[in-house]
């Protein structure tokens, strides 16, 4: 692949402290104080962490065409025409200048403006625009924003692709007439055998995604990161103004504190008695976990963002809602010190007297109780039903729980603990993950098993996207071709190889923190199956029997976690009920190169219900190994599907060849997998 885009992102993008030499490649003129001032708030979009991998797709798409999805305000509208500004501009506009098509004439004037100003250039000049009874633009004009009605009739005008190297459609969520039959005539001229090599850039919003991805023959897409977590987001904003004002003193400092700070925790407690002035970011963890007793002032939000498990779809979903009365004295009080403090509260009062209930509400009732349930039955409380709850909760998380328990093979005909899963219940895992790594112990693969359990506990993942060609290189050597799993075991080991070192970490965007956790957590994990006598194996990742166990040990534990692709594009059905999910933006099969397509059949270790629908940590499996590992009974209870019939249909057939070996050799029958 050429590395012509990546130099541009290097040459187009001077710093501050080059301004006196730096020269803005499209007009030749130095460029002004206020680019630098736009500049900066340019690279804080969230569009811009995709800026290196936009510029390599543009270059290298097979069939010319790329998607860009992201949410509204992500930045899309603005930097993706200047980034195919500079790829037209390294081809020396020699197959065309930019366009750019808006489905409204007043969005196609205020972001030829917008982004004039951006890129420090003249309108009517370099960037320009065509609406209604105006036409803007002149010789040099290089990139143009334009009505994308105004365009169709210059293509059915010149029964050709215009004049044009670089075609944006934008808003094509919008679904405007014009934008939908530009994207047909487009496909029906098969972009790739035009002449002058054109590219076609279509910007939407996540929700149309699928279906472009289905119309253009699955092209490469751009993901759009989404924007930093609340506490996040609320930290960098007040870092920034922080650093505007003029104190006496120290600035103060800005800490987040949420279950993911890890021991970062500690800089929220450090010069407590010193005087040292902090602002915490926080949200419910601190309503009662945490004392600070220095705390003067307390602004409450009255919300609370919770993770809450489904068990009719075993998935769970982040729910923004109020706080309890409870919650709310609890953040007053915490600003009662000598002298006073005070809490703002960002919602009026009616509303919690009216509207919040009493308490907060029961995390028994919104958890997946399977691990909890797990330890009733150690405990010999044969019913779950018969222990006292302060709220009991609902039947059907309770029956989801003892059928994905009996599903492994933790519970014995009784209902009671089996051998099995008094084995899984020593284990601080979740019992899929526990049965995974038991039955590593019959593929042989411990060694590499017990690093995944560790990996996959601690979620050492990628703080951000990658922010530079050389960070996307870096994290492209560590994915591994079998998938997500195998990729945590090759970063863990790149990580034990650096010597543990930070540094190593941050040019890979990796959370040091919680790869060090994850190091801790495999030592614990190691102890504990000496302790109990479980057998392990020599390391051998890598080789190809060692990737088939390791397929095994996963699936003895995760058949109940299996999507299969229904269209070819992306769309997976989850086979123990009907939602359809689309993989995580960092997935390793989204970031390679196209034509790459989807894997069919995936096992995943999580189902997040967000606006995406997202299947995160993935692997590609093979139906036929799903068949031979899981319960028969699992297969037998799957929803009607596809699906379904598929793997009923190869059952069918496993067992006639079985039938048909026994009676040619007969020997013992031995289960697939002993451990279930």
Same mark, same amino acid.
């Given at each position: 692949?050429?590395?012509?885009?990546?130099?541009?992102?290097?040459? +187009?993008?001077?710093?501050?402290?080059?301004?006196?030499?730096?020269?803005?490649? +499209?007009?030749?003129?130095? +460029? *002004? *104080?206020?680019?630098?001032?736009?500049l900066e708030q340019r690279r804080a979009l969230p569009i811009w962490a995709a800026r290196f991998i936009f510029l390599e797709h543009l270059e290298s798409s097979p069939n010319g065409v790329v998607l860009v999805s992201g949410e509204p305000g992500s930045g899309k509208s603005t930097q993706i025409p200047q980034w195919c500004a500079e790829f037209a501009l390294a081809r020396g506009f020699q197959k065309g200048q930019v366009t750019v098509t808006q489905p409204?004439?007043?969005? !196609?004037?205020?972001? !030829?403006?917008?982004? !004039?100003?951006?890129?420090?250039?003249?309108?009517?000049?370099?960037?320009?625009y065509s609406i209604p009874q105006e036409d803007c633009t002149g010789p040099n004009t290089m990139l143009r924003f334009c009505w994308d009605r105004l365009l169709l009739q210059?293509?059915?005008?010149?029964?050709?692709?215009?004049?044009w190297g670089v075609l944006v459609l934008d808003e094509a969520q919008e679904r405007s007439v014009a934008s939908d039959l530009l994207q047909g005539l487009l496909r029906d001229a098969k972009l790739g055998n035009l002449p002058g090599d054109p590219r076609l850039v279509v910007l939407t919003d996540p929700a149309l995604e699928p279906k472009l991805q289905d119309f253009w023959g699955n092209p490469p897409i751009v993901h759009v990161p989404r924007k930093p977590g609340e506490i996040s987001l609320c930290c960098e904003s007040l870092s920034k103004e922080v650093g505007t004002l003029t104190l006496p003193g120290p600035p103060p400092r800005v800490l987040p504190l949420h279950p993911g700070c890890d021991q970062a925790v500690q800089a929220v407690y450090e010069d407590i008695d010193m005087g040292t002035q902090k602002v915490v970011v926080t949200h419910w963890l601190a309503d009662f976990s945490f004392s600070l007793p220095s705390i003067g002032h307390v602004i409450d939000s009255g919300l609370e963002l919770r993770s809450v498990y489904n068990p009719r779809i075993r998935a769970e979903s982040q729910v923004l809602r109020p706080i309890s009365k409870c919650q709310a004295e609890a953040r007053r009080l915490r600003a009662r010190r000598f002298p006073p403090g005070s809490c703002l509260c960002l919602y009026p009062k009616s509303i919690l007297e009216l509207e919040a209930s009493p308490l907060p509400h029961p995390r028994v009732c919104e958890e997946n109780l399977s691990p909890l349930v797990l330890l009733l039955k150690r405990r010999q409380i044969a019913e779950p039903g018969q222990c006292h709850f302060l709220d009991r909760p609902a039947p059907e998380a309770l029956m989801q729980a003892l059928e994905d328990l009996d599903y492994l093979a933790a519970l014995d005909d009784d209902g009671n603990l089996s051998d099995l899963g008094i084995i899984l219940s020593e284990f601080p895992l979740p019992p899929e993950l526990s049965k995974a790594l038991l039955a590593s112990c019959e593929f042989d693969c411990v060694d590499e098993m017990l690093t995944l359990a560790a990996m996959l506990t601690a979620a050492p993942g990628f703080t951000h996207p990658p922010l530079c060609a050389e960070e996307a290189a870096l994290r492209r050597a560590l994915e591994h071709a079998d998938g997500d799993h195998s990729s945590l075991i090759q970063v863990y080991e790149a990580f034990i190889q650096s010597g543990a070192d930070e540094a190593w970490c941050q040019a890979r965007g990796l959370n040091w923190a919680s790869l060090c956790h994850a190091r801790k957590l495999r030592g614990e994990l190691l102890e504990l199956m000496q302790r109990i006598e479980l057998p392990l194996s020599q390391p051998a990742f890598g080789s190809e029997q060692n990737r088939r166990n390791l397929q095994k040990a996963l699936l003895s534990g995760y058949f109940l976690k299996v999507a299969r692709d229904t269209d070819g594009t992306g769309n997976y059905l989850l086979l123990t009920h009907k939602h359809v999910a689309q993989l995580s933006s960092y997935c390793c099969y989204r970031n390679r190169r196209a034509p790459a397509r989807p894997p069919p059949w995936v096992l995943y270790h999580s189902f997040s219900i967000s606006k995406d629908n997202c299947l995160s940590i993935v692997s590609e499996i093979q139906p036929q190994m799903l068949v031979e590992l899981a319960p028969p009974y699992f297969l037998s209870n799957l929803p009607p599907s596809e699906s379904r019939d598929l793997l009923n249909q190869l059952r069918e057939g496993m067992d006639a060849s079985a039938a048909e070996s026994e009676s040619s050799s007969p020997q013992e029958y031995r289960d697939a997998c002993v451990l279930q």
């Open positions: 692949m050429s590395s012509l885009p990546l130099r541009l992102t290097e040459e +187009f993008t001077p710093s501050p402290g080059e301004s006196e030499l730096a020269v803005n490649p +499209f007009d030749g003129l130095p +460029f *002004s *104080s206020r680019y630098y001032e736009i409204y004439p007043l969005a !196609a004037l205020s972001l !030829a403006f917008r982004v !004039a100003d951006e890129m420090d250039l003249t309108l009517g000049h370099e960037v320009g210059e293509v059915a005008s010149n029964r050709g692709t215009g004049d």
